[in-house]
């Protein structure tokens, strides 16, 4: 069976499409987020693979937990998933139109684990810092890994930074002993 990010790309192209055809970006977001959050409910999970259950039952029972927050295209939408039996990825479709969406927005998700937790100012710092590199707005996420013992490790979907001192010494060692 094929990986569930290959079947939900076109999916996620489509809507990202019509979405953004409409200048419709975040309720299409939020209306995709709020299938998922359906379909992601084991009461519900267990009926998606159930042979008695019809894609028109399954639609109608996701459209009407969902109500008036999917909209009248999310609700197609949920119907056109429905009918092809692809609920079930609602949520990665959902996490690749944020992906689209962002890139279309010129937003990027921004990860840095460091040793120690980062102030408000050195927060604002580094948001500033990788706004220039990476010439985008930064959504910063914050972790902390002590593992690291000093500096920093920067994600942004390929681009990794990784500045901390482990990593550090584990080169040294490494040359130590080449």
């Known amino acids: 069976m094929a990986d569930k990010s290959t079947i939900a790309r076109p999916y996620a192209r489509a809507a990202f499409e019509e979405a953004r055809l409409d200048e419709q970006l975040e309720p ?3 209306a995709l987020h709020t299938g998922a959050a359906v379909v992601a409910d ?17 639609a109608q029972l996701v459209i009407g937990i969902a109500g008036a927050r999917l909209g009248e295209h999310g609700a197609n939408f949920i119907r056109t998933l429905a009918a092809n039996r692809r609920l079930a990825v609602l949520p990665e479709i959902a996490a690749l139109f944020d992906t689209l969406k962002d890139a279309e927005q010129g937003v990027a998700d921004v990860t840095v684990t460091s040793a120690a937790p980062l102030d408000a100012a050195q927060q ?14 930064v959504r910063l996420h914050c972790a902390t890994d002590p593992a690291l ?7 942004s979907g390929d681009l990794v930074i990784d500045g901390s001192l482990r990593t550090r010494l584990e080169r040294i060692a490494y040359e130590l002993t080449a």
């Open 149 to 155: 013992i000093g500096g920093a490790v920067v994600r």
């Open 124 to 137: 604002k710092t580094l948001e500033g810092a990788l706004a220039k590199r990476l010439r985008r707005t």
């Open 42 to 58: 084991p009461r519900i999970e267990v009926l998606l693979g159930n042979p008695h259950v019809t894609p028109e039952q399954l």
């Open 28 to 30: 299409w977001s939020q």
